[in-house]
């Protein structure tokens, strides 16, 4: 027996990661008995990468994801990966509504029209907790704190969490979203997230090449690498509904770091690049990710084996 997998947002990053984790082996799907990908099937704008379009096993769709989900075959296991980062959701209202929010009911709405419900992973965000301005300091987040979004974003998040739980509660889905923390180091290019920098103060420098922290040295933050990003998107495909529980939003594991110790760390890896990264705080950018949590006790994710990274030297060495 075989399974099939839809991933929405495939040829992004974290979706790319994740089809090759998937490719690689049997998938277990919502604790049922590990299984061969008979099709997996990646949707976003672009195509994905050429090893990952040439495998048999892998259907493209390329397009407005609200324009192909009719073209989508029935799927044991949904990924909805795609969406508009944070910073230019902040900045096009319009957009991002439209798309973190319309386009994933949309798929939720496909995900109910299947004659089986799928388990149904969709990837939220730590920007669905914020410090208001109006009340005491955040603190530690743990698995009982009431989200409070400062920012589009993080609001479009939210509801798409609330959508989640209201699929699953009806029936439509086996559903679970997972809260991401900033994912650093990503390769490439930076992005529009307000949390960009976080992996290009080391990403460039690597490379030899100049980086700005639009943010203040010690501003905590809460990152998490891409390997422990992608185990806590693979558990919560993985979990049986019993393990999961009836809470489908999950907090995944943080390292709290500052961009100073971020680029200390680096400095340590390779010697000089911290004299690569210059500092000068952007208002907006400092506002944003200043609103994020960066403390996080998570309980939940440890009872499902998910641990934080321990060193941020480790994940410079790990990039590098």
Same mark, same amino acid.
């Given at each position: ?8 947002? *495939? ?70 990966l ?12 319009d @957009? *991002?509504?439209?798309?973190n ?17 799928p388990v ?14 109006? @009340? ?23 509801? *798409?969490?609330q959508?989640v ?5 009806k029936?439509?889905?086996r559903? =679970?979203?997972?809260? @991401?923390?900033t994912?650093?180091?990503?390769? *490439? ?18 490379a ?6 639009p943010v ?6 809460a990152?998490?690498?891409?390997r =422990?990003t992608?185990?806590?998107i ?20 943080a ?10 760390a680096?400095? =340590? ?30 309980p =939940?994710?440890r ?18």
């Open positions: 027996m075989s399974v099939r997998v839809v991933v929405t947002g *495939g040829s992004g990053f974290l979706g790319s990661a994740l089809i090759r984790r998937l490719l690689g082996g049997p998938v277990s799907v919502g604790g049922a008995a590990p299984a061969d990908i008979g099709e997996l099937v990646s949707v976003d704008l672009v195509a994905p990468a050429d090893d990952i379009a040439r495998d048999s096993r892998v259907s493209v769709v390329v397009g407005e994801l609200g324009d192909m989900l009719d073209r989508l075959p029935a799927a044991d296991l949904v990924f909805h795609a969406g508009v980062v944070s910073g230019a959701a902040e900045a096009d209202f @957009l *991002g509504y439209r798309t929010l319309d386009q994933t009911r949309a798929v939720l709405e496909y995900g109910r029209a299947l004659a089986e419900p149904f992973v969709f990837t939220s965000s730590l920007a669905v907790f914020g410090s208001d301005p109006a @009340l005491a300091p955040l603190g530690v987040v743990d698995d009982d704190t009431l989200p409070r979004p400062q920012t589009s974003y993080g609001v479009q998040k939210f509801i *798409g969490e959508l739980a209201d699929y699953t509660r029936g439509f889905v559903g =679970r979203s997972v809260r @991401l923390m994912v650093s180091v990503r390769p *490439g290019k930076p992005n529009a997230a307000a949390s960009s920098f976080l992996s290009g103060i080391i990403r460039e420098p690597l030899g090449q100049r980086a700005v922290c203040a040295a010690d501003t905590p933050v990152v998490s690498s891409p =422990r992608l185990d806590g693979l558990c919560a495909a993985t979990a049986d509904d019993a393990v999961w529980g009836s809470r489908t939003a999950l907090n995944l594991p390292l709290t770091t500052t961009p100073r110790d971020m680029v200390a680096l400095e =340590r890896v390779s010697e000089g690049a911290a004299g690569l990264v210059d500092w000068a705080v952007d208002p907006v950018v400092a506002r944003i990710v200043g609103s994020w949590p960066a403390r996080f006790d998570t =939940r994710a009872a499902l084996g998910l641990e934080p990274e321990t060193s941020f030297e480790d994940i410079v060495r790990t990039y590098r």
